[in-house]
């Protein structure tokens, strides 16, 4: 008996020292646009991936296909810090829920092969409850360091989401406000806090665990996408309210995500009416953007002109609320695209919104994580081609998404930092960065990204620490930094209806345009693509203008 007590305080020792020096106990709080941690007020950069566990088994997706330790692997490996968790809100409500396993669950769906992929893949878990089935999984997130916004998705499991699936809106069929209240509760008070360090120990010793553990769940969001005929500003204004006092009473440590009207597109009555709050530094809006409703002509034929309106869409509706006289946070807790490139304006799209991700620096979170799903819409083992990872969850879907992510995952503007801001000159279709190296300009990745100076006075882009600019050369040939400060070649204007093109003038007096192509390097000047797309006799180009897109982001680190 001693001798074990002994090895247990070995352990516990050992745990102590892990836990104090590795966990990811993160408390956030807000201050202005930022997500900052409370202690220190460092920015704290949420960059998240969607993983779903509000579907009928109320279990998270991909468990029969690969080890929770992979997933969470995997999550970490391709960069994220974080998952935008789903659940519903029968998971912890209904009676016949509560007390449900993972193995009754998929039984009473008859989804016999996803049970016989848990069994093999996490027999851990296939006779736990549901609820700590999502414990589980959040522990393990939490031991790899990754956060966890945990998000309301339905209340009746099932996909989401329809203007009429009773699920929408507070009141619809299957969408009692009190019991959702109800269920934001239990969950706040399930995953509040810090557990003591001994209490954290005894409880994964019990369960024959010894992992790290921190507390992941940093935040909750209050209902996704809500929607339908019976939406209306003043039910959200009551509701809300009482949904994300219900989540701060009872767990203050947790940021409140709180989403709009349309499917999470709409919060411009904020303008006039702000949300009353006792709690406004833990306060987080959210918003989705998605391009199904977009006619894709738009998208192939006036790429420029349609990425403008987009995004001035997306800032009067949600953005707006980033700047101002009380800037807020926003997460960005939706967006993606088909990861199988079939669809040319969905690609369209995503470098448009990389964009906007680009120089906005927001928090962000990708739909999604997911190769497949036990059972989508009456689909055994539907696939999902928005996943990061393929059916079989083994392999990255699109190496490509992944590296276009890269530079949107890193923080680029510190809002503690004591230098000034300088620009990094991003390339939204690739997700790289102009590299200023030996002779002239490459684009390669996203981490060594040159700081540049643009004065709109005098048009010069110069090479920060350097006396040199950014100089054209001619048609098809690479740009290179030059001392020919004064030439009309250095002359850099920006340009297009997106205004995410970079002209100068040649000799002859033509424009050029930056562009890169993503099979090459090196950074060059050709003639420039569709800028009249927006022009009534030009309403249409056939060429993709994208290659030719610089975003001037705006860094401070
Ligand atoms: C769930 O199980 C607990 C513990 O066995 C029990 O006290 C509780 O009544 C059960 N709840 C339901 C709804 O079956
Ligand atoms: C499961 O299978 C049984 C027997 O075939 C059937 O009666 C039941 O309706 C099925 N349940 C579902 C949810 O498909
Ligand atoms: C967004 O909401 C505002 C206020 O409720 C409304 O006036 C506006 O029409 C909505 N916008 C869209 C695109 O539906
Ligand atoms: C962009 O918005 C303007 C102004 O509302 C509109 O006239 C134009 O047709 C839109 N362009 C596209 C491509 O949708
Ligand atoms: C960045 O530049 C350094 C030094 O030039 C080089 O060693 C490193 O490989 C580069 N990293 C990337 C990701 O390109
Ligand atoms: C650098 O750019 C100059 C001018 O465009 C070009 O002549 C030269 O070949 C380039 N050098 C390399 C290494 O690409
Ligand atoms: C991009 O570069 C590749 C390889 O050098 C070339 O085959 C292709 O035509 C180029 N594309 C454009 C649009 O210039």
Request: proline share 4%; hydrophobic share 35%.
């Amino acid at each position: 008996m001693s001798h074990l007590n002994n090895k247990l305080l070995d352990i516990a020792l050992v745990f102590l020292v892990y836990f104090a020096t590795h966990s990811h106990s993160e408390v956030l709080s807000t201050r202005s646009r930022w997500i900052v941690d409370a202690k220190s007020g460092q920015r704290v950069k949420l960059a998240c991936v969607n993983w779903p566990g509000h579907l009928h088994a109320m279990i998270p997706e991909g468990l029969q296909k690969k080890p929770v330790k992979d997933i969470a692997a995997s999550v970490a490996s391709m960069g994220f810090n974080c998952v935008r968790l789903t659940w519903a809100t029968y998971m912890f409500t209904k009676d016949s829920s509560v007390n449900l396993t993972a193995a009754q669950s998929l039984d009473r769906w008859n989804l016999t092969a996803a049970k016989a992929g848990v069994a093999a893949n996490n027999p851990q878990l296939l006779d736990l409850d549901i609820v700590d089935v999502q414990k589980a999984v959040i522990d393990e997130l939490g031991a790899q360091n990754l956060m966890v916004v945990l998000d309301n998705h339905v209340s009746l499991p099932k996909w989401c989401c329809d203007n009429d699936d009773g699920n929408g809106f507070f009141g619809d069929k299957y969408f009692d406000p009190k019991e959702w209240v109800q269920g934001l509760t239990m969950v706040a008070k399930r995953y509040k806090g810090n557990p003591t360090l001994k209490e954290a120990f005894h409880l994964h010793v019990a369960k024959g665990l010894v992992t790290k553990l921190g507390a992941p769940v940093v935040a909750m969001s209050l209902r996704n996408e809500l929607r339908g005929p019976r939406q209306n500003e003043n039910d959200w204004y009551q509701y809300i309210q009482e949904g994300a006092t219900a989540i701060h009473g009872e767990s203050p440590d947790l940021l409140v995500i709180v989403s709009g009207l349309i499917f999470d597109t709409n919060l411009s009555f904020l303008r006039n009416r702000p949300m009353a709050s006792n709690f406004n530094k833990k306060l987080v809006y959210e918003a989705h953007w998605y391009p199904f409703n977009d006619p894709p002509a738009k998208w192939l034929h006036q790429t420029n002109e349609f990425c403008a309106n987009t995004t001035s869409w997306f800032m009067s509706q949600s953005g707006f609320l980033l700047s101002g006289k009380n800037p807020v946070p926003l997460f960005l807790s939706e967006f993606g695209k088909d990861q199988s490139d079939a669809k040319e304006d969905q690609n369209r799209y995503f470098s448009c919104l990389l964009a906007y991700l680009a120089e906005t620096d927001i928090d962000w979170s990708l739909w999604t994580l997911q190769g497949s799903y036990m059972l989508r819409e009456g689909q055994i083992d539907q696939e999902e081609t928005f996943g990061m990872l393929d059916f079989s969850w083994d392999h990255l879907r699109n190496p490509t998404v992944r590296e276009m992510l890269k530079f949107t995952q890193k923080m680029n503007q510190d809002p503690q930092s004591k230098h000034p801001t300088s620009y990094v000159m991003y390339h939204p279709q690739s997700g790289r960065c102009v590299e200023a190296g030996n002779e002239n300009l490459t684009a390669t990745g996203s981490q060594n990204c040159s700081r540049w100076r643009y004065s709109k006075h005098g048009n010069r882009i110069k090479l920060l620490g350097t006396s040199g600019c950014l100089t054209a050369v001619g048609d098809g040939l690479p740009a290179v930094v030059s001392n020919h400060c004064s030439s009309q070649k250095s002359k850099w204007r920006i340009v297009s209806s997106s205004k995410l093109h970079v002209t100068a003038k040649d000799d002859q007096g033509r424009d050029l345009c930056l562009e890169l192509n993503s099979s090459n390097p090196t950074l060059v000047t050709k003639k420039c693509l569709c800028l009249g797309d927006d022009l009534k006799d030009a309403p249409s180009c056939e060429e993709n203008p994208q290659r030719q897109w610089f975003k001037f982001v705006p860094t401070r680190a």
